[in-house]
């Protein structure tokens, strides 16, 4: 029998996991387990406030639903999310940059390029066109693009289908022969993810704010390219340097363009305040990314 203490403990669970059958799995338990008492001897924890760490765990659990996954909050604050995605997604050249899915995704409509998308959701209009290209310029047609956002308030269609039923702000779009596409929709807003649970209460105890900054999503396919889901975030915006989940680089950042009147890129005429937004998106090819 082994006499353990604080200092030799930690070796002794070592030796309980080194002959894990699967390599991975062995791989894995040894890192958690080096660095999760690495984490308690740095911190010293209380009984009680272990005890209170057991019960925030059990507490987001808890308040895990089909359309709510507390955890996946948990990880987007503490940015393991971003980190993840950074590991996953280690693009060549000028592909470009990935981050979060977000929570919010549901398979849309296809709509015919220049449509507009934003069906009940409320704000000024946004013209949103851009085109998806391989990393030497050949535009990619046929591509499927994706679109998702919120509305003027900072509200998705998901949050909002008790009192205004049926999709909106999300579409899927295909690219032309010269792989461009455009729509027409409704300016998003900054918004806070959920913060009424675990999450929520850590994000106050850590002084933070739960807010996103205004952003569009999109996500794009096409055969033999790597999938790219990424955001476009409104320059100037608030938020850009806090971004909850953290999920803000500068390349995603661009333009709305503020427009008064006059006429559209699609040649309708305007009247009032409206808004465009232009990016040029760039597919790593599948082969290439797995070699990077």
């Known amino acids: 029998m082994q006499d353990l203490d604080e200092t030799s403990i930690t070796q002794s669970v070592l030796d309980r996991v080194a002959n894990a059958p699967d390599p991975r799995a062995r791989q894995i338990s040894e890192a958690l387990i ?13 009984e009680a406030e272990w005890e209170a760490g057991i019960a925030f765990l059990t507490a987001t659990g808890h308040m895990c639903t089909d359309v709510r996954q507390e955890y996946i909050l948990l990880s987007d604050t503490l940015g393991v999310s971003m980190l993840v995605d950074a590991i996953n997604h280690r693009l060549p050249g000028n592909a ?34 851009g085109s998806v290209r391989s990393e030497d310029g050949a535009p990619i047609a046929n591509a499927a693009v994706d679109i998702w956002h919120s509305d003027q308030e900072g509200f998705y ?20 022969e010269k792989g461009a596409f ?19 209460k850590m994000l106050k105890a850590q002084g933070r704010h739960p807010f996103r900054p205004e952003h569009v999503h999109f996500m794009i396919t096409a055969p033999g390219f790597r999938k ?30 503020k427009h008064e009147g006059g006429n559209a890129p699609d040649g309708q005429a305007m009247e009032g305040t409206w808004y465009s937004l232009h990016h040029d998106f760039v597919l790593a090819r599948e082969a290439m990314s797995q070699a990077a």
């Open 157 to 176: 269609d998901l949050q909002l289908l008790d009192q205004r039923p049926g999709l909106a702000g999300r579409g899927r779009f295909r690219t032309d």
């Open 182 to 200: 455009s729509l027409w929709t409704v300016k998003p807003k900054y918004y806070p993810i959920p913060d009424d649970g675990p999450v929520g």
């Open 228 to 257: 790219l889901v990424t955001h476009i975030f409104a320059e100037g915006g608030e938020y850009l340097d806090s971004d909850v989940v953290f999920g803000v680089k500068a390349s995603l950042i661009r333009r709305f363009e």
């Open 96 to 129: 470009t940059e990935t981050t979060v899915f977000g929570p919010f995704y549901v398979e849309a409509p296809e709509f015919e390029n220049g449509a507009d998308i934003s069906g009940h959701l409320t704000g000024t209009r946004l013209y949103i066109s």
């Open 34 to 46: 080096r660095h999760l008492h690495a984490f308690i001897r740095e911190i010293e924890p209380t």
